[in-house]
Each structure stands twice: as structure tokens, then as C-alpha cells.
């Protein structure tokens, strides 16, 4: 907020120092824009605040070289059914030119050249196939005067949208699925580190509480501490242990039924159950 103050007040004294000697200060500009795009990369960096849209900005991070490569595939495949257009279909589609068979559909001029040239061609498949435009008043005319070009359009419309589109979504969607799975085991390191840390500062507080220093916690003893020290409390529960969990826990650890635990046992089995599927501890 301090940053965005500074981009704004220095916006503010530049434009009013301009206005008044006339004068172009070209550097506090030129500051002032680099300002602006640091502004950007802030904002940027304030999308981890919510997760759906930085695992989003991830995914398509992921599927960014997927992407290029599937396009690049796109572009191929068009560019050879552009030339096999401009070799077989061309030549039909200037005889139906000449006939006045796309005066009905107001498309002679742009029909006529649709695939005059190799240019033309993939510009013709390229808004057919993609956009969606133009098979009625171009296709029509050809398929019902010449029906063995449908076997063409076909293919054409088989190889493009029903497989390279497909497969370029199947490539985006498994990069998505992949930035997924990296953000979830970046989710569990830090996780893990805070559960660590949090381990640690629980050890030291079970030693603060260990009156006569005798190295174990009563469960009354640790209840109370549950109750009446909020940090031990937020402990716990970064632990993934609440106050109805307290008891369980702690007679599991009682294996001798002694009515006390060593609290060093007590930290290093928290960590270890909350490393362990729920049915191992079944």
C-alpha cells in the first residue's frame, strides 16, 4: 500500500510540475512507468492469496509449451489440406465461379478466390474450422454439385477439429492436472515445515510446563494446558489435534497406563500420525 501511495504521489507531482513549467521531464516519466509495471508484477504476486487463481496461472504456465507445440501441429495439418484444396477443390470451385452458383449465397467474389492460393486455403479452413463461418454459403454449392468433395471436407473437419483440437485440449488439460499435482506437494512441504516448526515450539512450551521437570505430562496436565494457553492450543491444532482428540491420543501413547507420557514421545508421535494413513491408525 506504502508503494502504491509512492507510484501515485510521484503520478500526481510529475503531471502537475508539466503543467505548470511546460517542460518535458522525460526520467521522472520514465520512472513514473517503470513504477506502473511494478505495480503489475505486485498484483501478480497477489493472486497466491487465492488459490483457484494461482492454480489456474499455474496450469497454464504448464500447458504453455503444449500449447505452442499444438498449434504449431495445427498449422501443419491446415497447411496440407490447404495445398491438396488449392490441386483438387480450386479447380471445381472456379467452374461453379463462373456458373454464378454462389450468387444465391452473396458470395461470389470472396467464394471464387477461397482457395485460389495456398494463402487463401488455410484463411478459408482457418474460419470454417476454427470460427465456425462460411460452410453454407461455400460448401454447399460444392458438396451438391461435386458430392465426392464431402469425403474431403470430412477428412478435413476429422483430422482438425475431432483430432488435433482434441488433442491439444487432452495435452492442456493433462499439464493442468500436472501443475495441480505440483501445487498440492508444494502445499504439503509447507505444510510439512510449519508442522515441524510447530513441534518444535511445542516441545519447548511441554518442557515449560513440566514443573519438576521429570520429562512426561500428566492428561490432566495437558488438558489444561489446552484450555488455559492459547499458543500450546494453536499448537495442537496445527497438528490437526483438537480438544476431543486430546484424550484418545493420549491414551494411546499410555500404553503402560501409568497416567503420564513423556512429552518427547508425545511430539515425535504427532508427527508420526500425522504422516500415517487414517487406516493405519485404525
Known amino acids: 500500500r506504502l508503494f502504491d501511495l509512492v507510484v501515485v504521489l510521484v503520478d500526481i507531482s510529475v503531471t502537475i510540475t508539466l503543467s505548470i513549467i511546460s517542460v518535458n521531464l522525460s526520467l521522472p516519466m520514465g520512472l513514473s512507468r517503470i513504477g506502473r509495471v511494478l505495480r503489475v508484477t505486485r498484483a501478480l504476486r497477489m493472486m497466491s492469496v487465492f488459490p483457484e487463481l494461482a492454480l489456474m496461472l499455474q496450469g497454464i504456465c504448464f500447458a504453455a509449451r503444449s500449447l505452442v507445440w499444438g498449434l504449431l501441429m495445427l498449422v501443419m495439418v491446415l497447411l496440407l489440406w490447404s495445398i491438396l484444396a488449392v490441386l483438387f477443390i480450386n479447380p471445381l470451385v472456379q467452374t461453379l465461379a463462373e456458373e454464378g452458383a454462389f450468387d444465391a449465397y452473396g458470395c461470389r467474389e470472396r467464394c471464387g478466390k477461397a482457395f485460389m492460393s495456398v494463402e487463401q486455403a488455410m484463411l478459408t479452413l482457418c474460419q470454417q474450422l476454427v470460427v465456425g463461418e462460411g460452410w453454407v454459403e461455400l460448401n454447399y454449392p460444392i458438396i451438391e454439385r461435386y458430392p465426392v468433395t464431402s469425403v474431403f471436407f470430412a477428412m478435413v473437419v476429422i483430422s482438425t477439429n475431432l483430432a488435433v483440437l482434441n488433442l491439444i485440449l487432452g495435452m492442456i488439460v493433462e499439464r493442468a492436472t500436472e501443475a495441480k499435482n505440483v501445487s498440492m506437494r508444494q502445499e504439503a512441504i509447507i505444510k510439512d515445515k510449519a508442522f515441524e516448526a510447530a ?81 493405519t491408525l485404525l
Open 199 to 279: 513441534g518444535k515450539r511445542l516441545l519447548e512450551l511441554c518442557g515449560m510446563l513440566d514443573k519438576d521437570q521429570s520429562g512426561s505430562l500428566s492428561y490432566n496436565e495437558l488438558r489444561a494446558a489446552f484450555c488455559e494457553n492459547k499458543e500450546f492450543a494453536d499448537i495442537l491444532k496445527v497438528m490437526d489435534i483438537e480438544a476431543r482428540d486430546l484424550e484418545v491420543v493420549f491414551h494411546m501413547l499410555d500404553s503402560d497406563h501409568s497416567g503420564d507420557v513423556s512429552y518427547q514421545e508425545f511430539v515425535e508421535q504427532m508427527y508420526l500420525m500425522k504422516n500415517r494413513e487414517p487406516q
